[in-house]
């Protein structure tokens, strides 16, 4: 059985991951080699692409961290979650949700709305 709520919080380790090489290697572990991220914002596919995507973000917002909002859930291979994205300490000014499809436990692809952002 699939644990939605591991899957989600490896997902948020990832993107809060801030050493390259260990990133990859978290990449490795959690997502197929042909995984696909896509949001209105950004995409990427493959393991190089979605890894170039998270430096992008931490690059664009250095001192930003993700964190879950409320519980994971799901059901067989599709994982919901939700998610904030500012300095830690105050409520976060970025907030979506995602969609992840796995394949044998690991991510394959992730669809991302982004349901809040600053000024928007």
Do not use: C
Request: net charge negative; charged share 25%; no cysteine.
């Amino acid at each position: 059985m699939t644990d939605h709520a591991s899957i989600a919080r490896s997902y948020i380790d990832l993107w809060n991951e801030r050493t390259p090489s260990r990133r990859r290697e978290l990449l490795s572990e959690s997502w197929t080699a042909d995984a696909r991220y896509l949001d209105p914002l950004m995409s990427g596919d493959g393991h190089d692409g979605v890894d170039a995507l998270i430096a992008g973000v931490q690059q664009k917002f250095p001192d930003f961290h993700f964190k879950l909002i409320g519980e994971p859930n799901g059901y067989g291979d599709h994982v919901r979650f939700s998610w904030g994205l500012g300095p830690d300490g105050v409520d976060s000014p970025i907030k979506g949700t995602d969609f992840a499809v796995l394949k044998d436990g690991r991510i394959r692809s992730i669809t991302g709305f982004l349901d809040q952002l600053p000024g928007a």
